[in-house]
């Protein structure tokens, strides 16, 4: 059979989708003719967008609003060879059978792919020692894609390239003269997270004359930063709640470097090939070796490798015992 269009569908969070994205690299490598056409949300249309080996987009929730008749006739129009579920979705599933997609690829591991796949394999994640995009990777191989990826040639397949064109407002803030340093404390949940207190350590840590500080976040975050911000104000760059997706993307690009837990800014830092130190907790399944960002300048910190208290999956007090002289070094190394 040959693969003309193949759709990769991941309706997940940013982190998980800009993992998958080495994906469309990796069939671009294999054969550059073949478009690779991406089912994501809304909110990670622009981190898709991004990637110079996504060819086109379909909104998933845009798509909920059809009626099942229109959804058919929406996925279809593409004429698909194939379909990776890379992250399971029983609306997707169904629908891309109805559509009679040649090649439905999905994992054993979900009942409603032994009904809608046509070609299943037996990858678990939750305790593999594989990374993400490893695993992600690993769909791959129905289409003869068998590679062992090692981590290190999978920064090139992001394909991170179609940087909006920012404001000149924002522009003008990217110093010239020092590192310019975002750093994003919350996680909305993702992960566990350093402390706002770190955080102010860390910021007494940079010195003033070689370092322009910035803080991003959601505006919900900001509300729940207040006083961190405020605390800081003299030193940091306020952009909670300023920048949509698209606009982030860019501003990551500009600076130098990122310091944030396992979240999806790290990830895009990473992608985008600045300096990305994510800050991490040994316990699987969101340890390092798992999640940890994959970029030319990518790196991390875990207080304790063998934590056994976190690794039990119990609380943990580990990562607020990163010092933040330990992540400092990382920055600078």
Same mark, same amino acid.
């Given at each position: 059979?040959?693969?003309?269009?193949?759709?990769?569908?991941?309706?997940?969070?940013?982190?998980?989708?800009?993992?998958?994205?080495?994906?469309?690299?990796?069939?671009?490598?294999?054969?550059?003719?073949?478009?690779?056409?991406?089912?994501?949300?809304?909110?990670?249309?622009?981190?898709?967008?991004?990637?110079?080996?996504?060819?086109? !987009?379909?909104?998933?929730?845009?798509?909920?609003?059809?009626?099942?008749?229109?959804?058919?006739?929406? %996925?279809?129009?593409?004429?698909?060879?194939?379909?990776?579920?890379?992250?399971?979705?029983?609306? $997707?599933?169904?629908?891309?059978?109805? &559509?009679?997609?040649?090649?439905?690829?999905?994992?054993?591991?979900?009942?409603?792919? %032994?009904?809608?796949?046509?070609?299943?394999?037996?990858?678990?994640?939750?305790?593999?020692?594989?990374?993400?995009?490893?695993?992600?990777?690993?769909?791959?191989?129905?289409?003869? $894609?068998?590679?062992? !990826?090692? #981590?290190?040639?999978?920064?090139?397949?992001?394909?991170?390239?179609?940087?909006?064109?920012?404001?000149?407002?924002?522009?003008?803030?990217?110093?010239? /003269? /020092?590192?310019?340093?975002?750093?994003?404390?919350?996680?909305?949940?993702?992960?566990?997270?350093?402390?706002?207190?770190?955080?102010?350590? %860390?910021?007494?840590?940079?010195?003033?004359?070689?370092?322009?500080?910035?803080?991003?976040?959601?505006?919900?975050?900001?509300?729940?930063?207040?006083?961190?911000?405020?605390?800081?104000?003299?030193?940091?760059?306020? #952009?909670?709640?300023? %920048?949509?997706?698209?606009?982030?993307?860019?501003?990551?690009?500009? &600076?130098?470097?990122?310091?944030?837990?396992?979240?999806?800014?790290?990830?895009?830092?990473?992608?985008?090939?600045? /300096?990305?130190?994510?800050?991490?907790?040994?316990?699987?399944?969101?340890?390092?070796?798992?999640?940890?960002?994959?970029?030319?300048?990518?790196?991390?910190?875990?207080?304790?490798?063998?934590? /056994?208290?976190?690794?039990?999956?119990g609380p943990c007090n580990c990562i607020l015992s990163i010092s933040p002289s330990q992540v400092y070094a990382k920055l600078m190394e």
């Amino acid at each position: 059979m040959t693969i003309k269009s193949i759709i990769l569908s991941r309706t997940d969070s940013l982190g998980d989708v800009i993992l998958s994205l080495p994906m469309a690299g990796a069939i671009k490598r294999h054969n550059a003719n073949i478009k690779v056409i991406f089912i994501g949300r809304t909110y990670s249309k622009s981190i898709i967008e991004t990637s110079e080996f996504i060819d086109e !987009f379909i909104n998933f929730d845009e798509l909920l609003k059809q009626d099942k008749s229109e959804q058919l006739a929406s %996925l279809s129009k593409f004429n698909a060879d194939a379909i990776i579920h890379v992250f399971p979705n029983k609306v $997707i599933a169904k629908l891309a059978k109805k &559509a009679n997609i040649p090649l439905r690829i999905g994992t054993s591991h979900r009942i409603f792919h %032994l009904l809608t796949c046509n070609s299943l394999l037996n990858i678990g994640r939750k305790n593999s020692n594989l990374h993400e995009a490893q695993l992600n990777l690993k769909l791959l191989s129905p289409l003869k $894609i068998e590679h062992n !990826f090692s #981590l290190e040639e999978i920064p090139v397949m992001y394909g991170f390239s179609r940087f909006i064109e920012i404001k000149e407002e924002l522009l003008k803030l990217i110093s010239k /003269k /020092k590192f310019n340093l975002i750093l994003h404390p919350k996680s909305k949940g993702s992960a566990r997270e350093w402390g706002l207190e770190n955080f102010t350590k %860390l910021i007494d840590l940079l010195p003033s004359d070689k370092f322009e500080i910035f803080v991003s976040g959601t505006e919900e975050e900001g509300d729940l930063m207040k006083e961190f911000l405020l605390h800081n104000k003299t030193r940091i760059t306020d #952009l909670t709640g300023k %920048l949509k997706l698209d606009e982030l993307i860019s501003f990551i690009g500009k &600076a130098d470097g990122l310091i944030a837990a396992s979240t999806g800014p790290l990830h895009i830092a990473a992608a985008a090939g600045i /300096k990305a130190v994510g800050i991490f907790v040994p316990m699987r399944p969101i340890h390092p070796g798992r999640w940890k960002p994959l970029g030319s300048q990518a790196t991390y910190v875990v207080f304790d490798e063998e934590c /056994k208290d976190c690794k039990k999956g119990g609380p943990c007090n580990c990562i607020l015992s990163i010092s933040p002289s330990q992540v400092y070094a990382k920055l600078m190394e």
